[in-house]
Every structure is written in C-alpha cells, then in structure tokens.
C-alpha cells in the first residue's frame, strides 16, 4: 500500500509538472545578455551586425518560435514604425525560414524584437 501512495504522489508532481505554463515575458526590460527565450511570429535576420545591412533570412510564424539567447543588447529604436530594441543573438534551436532554407542552431543574428512581441520560455 506506501508503494502505491508514493507512486500516486510521483505521477501526480509529473502532472503539475506537465500541466506548468511557460513564462511568458511583456515587458522587455528584463532582458539582458544570457537571457533565453522563444520569440513566436516573424523577425527579420541580418547576419552582419549593422542595422542597415541587408535582411538575408525572415522567419515563419510557427508554433515552435524561434530559440535564442542574447549575446548582446545594442539598443532601443524604431522601425518600420515599431518601438522596441535591437538584439544580437545566437540561435540555440534549428529552424525553417520562409524561402524554405534550414537555419542550423548556433547561427548568429541581428534581430529587431518589437515591444509589442511576447517572448515565451524566458530565463534570465
């Protein structure tokens, strides 16, 4: 019978565990180099880290997102009639891009993350 109960217990914690919502981030000032997050919808990627440079891939509104970790925050700006900042991050999941390349995880690129944009999974 106390192995039962303990087994009850065990996958009633896997349950919650299961049943956990993933941190979802509104308010973007909380990140900072090393932050981790998944961004869901589309984002311009420039491979060089100049905010002029030419976009080369775009990504697919998914719902894996894009995963990334930022390596730097450059700063606050507007574009394309959008506040939000400017981030240099390094890809940490593979993904496909809407001219149907395949992006390696480990790539590294210039984004433009809107304030408006929720980031999921966010660790510090």
């Known amino acids: ?10 996958f009633s914690q896997i349950f919650c ?22 961004i869901m919808g589309v984002i311009d990627l420039r491979t060089e880290k100049d905010y002029s440079s030419e ?13 990334v970790s930022v390596l730097e ?8 009639g959008q506040k939000g900042m400017w981030l240099y991050v390094l890809l940490t999941s593979p993904i496909w891009v809407d001219n149907g390349d395949w992006i390696e995880k480990y790539r590294k690129f210039l984004i433009f993350l809107p304030d408006d944009m929720p980031v999921f999974d966010f660790e510090e």
């Open 1 to 10: 019978m106390k192995h039962y109960i303990l087994l009850l217990i065990l």
């Open 17 to 38: 565990f299961a049943q956990a919502e993933e941190a979802v981030l509104n308010d973007h000032t909380g990140i900072s180099v090393q932050s981790s997050f998944r």
């Open 55 to 67: 976009v080369k891939f775009r990504t697919l509104n998914h719902e894996g997102g894009m995963k």
């Open 73 to 80: 925050v450059l700063k606050k700006d507007s574009y394309q």
